[in-house]
């Protein structure tokens, strides 16, 4: 899911950085070694210790940075900050972590490789799917489709902004291992009313809702007739070989090796959160690493996840126009299915997905031909990051590697 900072109402994300150990970022190159690349064109390993850094600095020094690179000459990695508070132990390499919503663009593969395989429509309605799911308070599943839902037209109310999450959001600690069902969420959407509509043929509006991608995933399940992290497992991780990518559902706990994740309190306490079960559903679910989302995101872009119709649809974007929030804390780019499109400095776009949660910021970004891929993986430490400073940082980093490397 995506979680502001204010979400936590009286609590503030922090993270695992403290002042003693490495506060420089460190880079490791790669094979193939750096002489296989052309002096003149390749985004060097200092130029990503610098955006690292800077990336930090944007985040008041306070958060943990991993960011890779995978481009044809190779591979480049960069690191800032420590494993745990009190740790000398720097930020490990390959750390898995809690990806949050880029967990969306996996489930929208699946639903549009269900599309090719026509056990299911974009057009279909949830209704058609998921009889008398959406309804009540001017709810209407008859009105909204599968792509509405992956594209965030629907309208629907977004089930992180209710007022009981929220409460349960602010006492983190006691609330831990919460690990309600989905469609328990989807049921707590429909007591509110949507903030529109879809009417058939006019302009789409669209308004960012975690409570899509749990409607998107329970009909996914039904046209593949299995759970919706079985479909993924099967049909992405295991068929890119992404090893350090899972889906642990409520399993609090994060495989080795990771970085530690800590809250701040209102009264200034430190609250280790790295283990929870908050993001346990499919719009922010899976654990990866910077490397094996490089992987994905390049498969998706050279064709090895989707044919060529579907890709086509999954970047057939709409604008931005009912959460102003939201536009001011990303970087501009139109939204497709599961799927955000950004303009590069030197011409054309990359693809990508963000993901925010408690405590983590992910920021993974392919080029249109699935040649250059790049993602920051970043953890708050003890203050909440301000995101319009951390995204200008991040999205610096991320044109600077794609559009650094002409080869």
């Known amino acids: 899911m995506t979680m502001r900072a204010r979400t936590f109402g009286g609590v503030v994300l922090a993270g695992a950085l403290l002042a003693a150990g ?13 002489q296989h690349m052309a002096a003149d064109s390749a985004y060097s390993a200092a130029e990503l210790r610098r955006d690292v850094a800077r990336v930090r600095q944007a985040g008041g020094g306070d958060v943990n940075v991993v960011a890779r690179v995978d481009r044809p000459g190779g591979a480049l990695q960069a690191r800032s900050g420590t494993a745990a508070a009190g740790s000398a132990a720097p930020v490990p ?6 990806i949050a919503s880029t967990t969306k663009t996996f489930v929208a593969v699946v639903v549009l490789q269900l599309a090719a395989e026509k056990r299911l429509s974009l057009d279909d309605t949830v209704e058609h799917w998921l009889p008398g799911t959406v309804s009540g308070h001017g709810n209407d599943g ?53 903030l529109f509509t879809p009417r058939p043929g006019g302009r789409p509006r669209w308004a ?12 996914a399940e039904k046209a593949g007739r299995t759970d919706w992290r ?6 992405v991780i295991a068929g890119l070989g992404l090893r350090h990518t899972s889906i642990p559902g409520a399993n609090p706990f994060l495989p080795e090796p990771h970085a530690r994740v800590y809250l701040t ?11 929870h079960s908050f993001q346990h559903t499919a719009d922010s679910g899976i654990v990866s690493t910077t490397a094996d989302l490089d992987t994905f995101f390049r498969g998706l872009a050279d064709g ?12 057939q974007t709409v604008r931005r126009t009912d959460d102003p929030e939201d536009i001011k804390e990303q970087p501009l780019g139109d939204y497709g299915l599961g799927l955000r499109t950004i303009p590069l400095s030197c011409a054309g776009s990359y693809y990508t997905h963000e993901g925010d949660g408690p405590g983590v910021y992910t920021r993974p970004a392919v080029t249109a031909d699935g040649r250059r891929a790049v993602t920051v993986s970043i953890t708050t ?6 995101l319009p400073t951390l995204n200008r940082a991040t999205n610096t980093l991320i044109d600077h590697a794609l559009c650094g490397d002409t080869d």
């Open 381 to 386: 430490t003890s203050a909440p990051a301000d």
């Open 93 to 98: 390499w390959g750390a898995e972590f809690r």
């Open 265 to 275: 309190t209102a009264d200034g306490a430190r609250l280790d959160i790295t283990d």
């Open 22 to 34: 490495s506060t420089a970022a460190a880079v490791v190159p790669h094979t193939p070694p750096r």
């Open 230 to 235: 079985e479909l993924v497992e099967h049909r």
């Open 208 to 219: 960012y809702s975690n409570t899509n991608y749990l409607l998107a995933a329970m009909i």
């Open 142 to 194: 008859r009105r909204i489709t599968v792509r509405d839902l992956l594209r965030q037209t629907s309208g629907l109310f977004n089930y992180t902004e209710d007022p009981g999450i929220q409460r349960l959001l602010q006492h983190p600690d006691a609330n831990r291992y919460n690990d309600t069902p989905p469609a328990e969420l989807v049921a707590i959407a429909m007591k509110h009313p949507p």
């Open 304 to 315: 090895k996840l989707l044919p060529a119709a579907q890709w086509h649809e999954m970047r």
